[in-house]
């Protein structure tokens, strides 16, 4: 059974705590059950919650196909804005894009070089680990694949779990006041064993165990920091360990961020004794349906940005006389507006580079779709242009988070409980005036 284990709390460097945080006292910290490798009995209303959360997320993965392979990235950061958000950060698309090209370096246009930038491109990439690496069915999860997933998105921090006791929320920093006290350091290693074992040879409704996984590493906290991300990194590396998605990703963490206390709710009930596993598995299960109808939704919109911005290049190359008015196939345009949606932020180093194209016949390109209207200039604090950036593809990334957020498909009247704001008209135009 999961139980509690009283401890006392007394600090031994007190001089930069507040008065109530320097107090003794006993402290209780919870200490789950193992999971095994067995999924637990679920009552009717949650197994019929999971199957049919299940069911839509086949149809959407089947829906969106092979142009899954372009979204994730999309999809992703829109889920690492959300994570950021759970964590009480804020960023968004656009910031988010041009520090994970430019790597935060000093004089990114737009503040994309503060330490949030940083830990959310550190976030985009643990994810794409976990699902490149760990979700290979084939691959034995171990508690040291988990300890390498955090060091990605912490790599600050050493190597391995927490060597001492921490806790989760409350008024100051002290676990005398804290929401949630996770288990001693002494009980980590061992659960989060039992984690990876459950993540490898656990059979069953692919929901469910994502639920439960994420649920019980939230639950032991393993790391000083960055427990947040990596347990809803791991979200995606159950599902398609599973094959419950093949093509894409669906951002599930995206609908926790919208209703942050329910969240937490749910992760409570999931830690009671007995646990409410019921009331956790329905909550997850009605979060994935959500996201994966607005994934759908993402898909759409850019088969149609996509068609838009070859007609706004057209027009524009008609308007100019310029010959061919088509371009042709090897056109550096072309090449360009192909990977809008996967690299929304562009340099003419990059775009030589990926294309195998002199610099001069990348800046040609660029400039052409900058005057076309497809991508806007970035200039850093000396007013020098750094990058360009196809801020359409991005503000669908803000409008997919923004839907998640909301609980529902329109965004134009009700605004977000968290999130940012909504993007500028002009960066969505005809699109579609509800996220």
Known sequence: MPHYVDLIWNPEDAAHLGRKDRAPGRYRAYVPNELGTQLP?????????AEDALAVLARAD???????????????????????????????????????????????????????????????????????????RDHQVTARDIEALQHIIEPRLDLGVRTEQNWVGGPGWSPLRADFVPPPETEVQRLVADLAGFITATEGNPVVRA??????????????????????????TVLRRADALRNT????????????????????????????????????????????GNAVRLAVDIATLDERVLKDL?????????????????????????????????????VSRRHKVSTQAAQRALVQLAEAGILGRNKDQKGRLVCWTADQYLALVSLTERS?????????????????????????GALRNKA
């Open 211 to 236: 639920a439960i996984a994420h649920a019980q590493f939230e639950t032991i906290h393993p790391f000083v920091d960055g427990n947040g991300r990596t347990g809803r990194a791991l979200i995606h």
């Open 404 to 428: 998640n957020r909301v609980g529902a498909g329109d965004t134009e009247h009700e605004k977000p409980r968290l999130g940012p704001a909504a993007p500028a008209a002009g960066q969505v």
């Open 62 to 136: 089947e829906r969106i196909g092979q142009r899954g392979g372009y979204l994730n990235h999309l999809l992703i950061r829109s889920e690492s804005i959300s994570s950021s958000w759970i964590e009480g950060n804020s960023i968004s698309p656009k910031k988010l894009a041009i520090a994970e090209l430019l790597d935060g370096r000093p004089g990114s246009p737009g503040g994309a070089s503060t330490r949030v930038a940083l830990d959310v491109v550190a976030n985009v990439r643990a994810t794409e680990e976990a699902i490149s690496e760990l979700a290979d």
């Open 249 to 292: 990703l669906i951002p599930i963490s995206t609908v926790f961020a919208g209703d942050k206390d329910a969240y937490i709710q749910g992760l409570s009930a999931f830690r009671e004794i007995p646990s409410r596993l019921d009331d956790w598995v329905i909550g997850f299960a009605h979060a994935a349906e959500l996201a994966a």
């Open 41 to 49: 009995h679920l009552g009717q209303e949650a197994q019929q919650a």
């Open 314 to 350: 057209i027009r524009y190359r008609r308007q100019h006389e310029l010959s061919p008015v088509v371009p042709r196939s090897d056109a550096v345009a072309l090449k360009i507006l192909a990977t809008l949606a996967t690299d929304p932020v562009l340099t003419i180093e990059g």
